[in-house]
């Protein structure tokens, strides 16, 4: 959900985005662990108001019953990002997860996905496999603890954060506010 308000207020405001890799439960084994769901989700379907943005966004959301280990995603989107193919890769992810309930912690879901991107899974993998990325990820990650940032989705325009699934008004009005604080012409 945030990516599709982030995309639209790249349309907007002709912005520049720089993503950062977040390592949501690092405590998860490199399996994955059993997900419970939680209060008012139900045969994978999302709680509110989690439901209602994303259908608002038009967007297939059902929830995994595997919480992932996302270290091997990370790594792979920061190859993705490196090749130009960050959209590309990052909209299969999601698909993989949110729609196919994938587990994105194997590497044969992740190689599947790359392949679907055309990136070059020989390569990727090697990367993968010797942790070419994983002091990047940690360090993003380090980084984003220091900010603050507990959870993802999470937003820094200007100097205001907000995490989480956000309505667009909210995202228009810290572009608002950067603009003022920043002299930033419309």
Known sequence: MGLSRIEKLKEDYNITLDIRPYLLHPETPKEGAPRQPREGEEDGQLSEPLRTYAEEAG??????????????SLEATEYALEQGAYEEFHHALYKAYWEDQQNLGDLDVIQEVAERSGLNWAEMSQRLESGYYRDRVMSQFQEAMDLGIRGVPAFLIGN??????????????????????????T
């Open 160 to 185: 205001q954060m907000f995490t989480g699934a956000q309505p667009y008004d909210v995202f228009k009005l810290a572009m608002a506010r950067a603009r003022e604080t920043y002299q930033i012409p």
């Open 59 to 72: 967007l297939t959301m059902r929830r995994s019953p595997i919480t992932p280990n996302s270290m091997y």
